[in-house]
Nanobody, 112 residues
Framework: VRLVESGGGLVQPGGSLRLSCTATNDFRLFDMGWYRQAPGKERHLVASITFGGSTNIVDFFKERFAISRDNRKNTIYLQMENLKPEDTAKYYC????????WGQGTQVTVSS
């Protein structure tokens, strides 16, 4: 399975973005997560969604981020609202139970 992230870009503070992660094979049975890695920092989990659609958002992001999936499209999404400069990072998706090969990620830059 290969993971392809997209949807990042440059956005002003307070703006919104929706990231997509598409898997090249059927991932319906995978619990999936969105991760992010800021320059010079470790990658960490932001949000997760089970194969059944139950979601969990890390507390720090709970008010602004939402995760969803469309199994027909082998795609998960991360909706991000009210973006802040500290959200600047490269965002990745991956399986929760043992990572698949990491994709290239999608860069999100929040700046005025």
């Amino acid at each position: 399975v290969r993971l392809v992230e997209s949807g990042g870009g440059l956005v002003q503070p307070g703006g919104s973005l929706r990231l997509s992660c598409t898997a090249t094979n059927d991932f319906r049975l995978f619990d999936m997560g969105w991760y992010r890695q800021a320059p010079g920092k470790e990658r960490h989990l932001v949000a997760s969604i089970t194969f059944g659609g139950s979601t969990n958002i890390v507390d720090f992001f709970k008010e602004r981020f939402a995760i969803s999936r469309d199994n027909r499209k082998n795609t998960i999404y991360l909706q991000m609202e009210n973006l802040k400069p500290e959200d600047t990072a490269k965002y990745y998706c991956n399986r929760l139970s043992g990572p698949l090969p990491w994709g290239q990620g999608t860069q999100v830059t929040v700046s005025s």
